[in-house]
Nanobody, 129 residues
Framework: EVQLVESGGGLVQVGGSLRLSCEAS????????IGWFRQAPGKEREGVSC????????YYADSVKGRFTISVDNAKNTVYLQMNSLKPEDTAVYYC??????????????????????WGQGTQVTVSS
């Protein structure tokens, strides 16, 4: 059974930092891309960043480039999202998700929530001004 468990959310002031973790189990981790998505109240779920556990390829949404960094620890089956210089508009529930790695596809594919099969329960991030 695929399981994805997010942690690390919380309340932080503008300009602060948080590190989210996504611990995976129940599948061959190195065969997958792990993505981070977020959903704010009244808005659609949007792709934030993703990483291939196979070769470390990363993709970022334009809104977080230069502020967020995604990384993977294959020994722990865990993906991290380091979020710096947080803004009020980063406030959302953050989810991680997993999909089979396919080198035919690129950023547009892997930053789309539609292609992901398995999801975590989410963790709330609130940035106060």
């Amino acid at each position: 059974e695929v399981q994805l468990v997010e942690s690390g959310g919380g309340l932080v002031q503008v300009g602060g930092s948080l590190r989210l973790s996504c611990e995976a189990s129940g599948f061959t981790f190195s065969d997958y891309v792990i993505g981070w998505f977020r959903q704010a109240p009244g808005k659609e779920r949007e792709g934030v960043s993703c990483i291939s556990a196979h070769d470390g390829t990363t993709y970022y949404a334009d809104s977080v480039k230069g502020r967020f960094t995604i990384s993977v620890d294959n020994a722990k089956n865990t993906v991290y999202l380091q979020m710096n210089s947080l803004k009020p508009e980063d406030t959302a529930v953050y989810y991680c998700a997993a999909v089979t790695d396919d080198p035919r596809y690129g950023s547009n594919w892997y930053l789309s929530s539609d292609v992901y099969d398995d999801w975590g329960q989410g963790t709330q991030v609130t940035v106060s001004s």
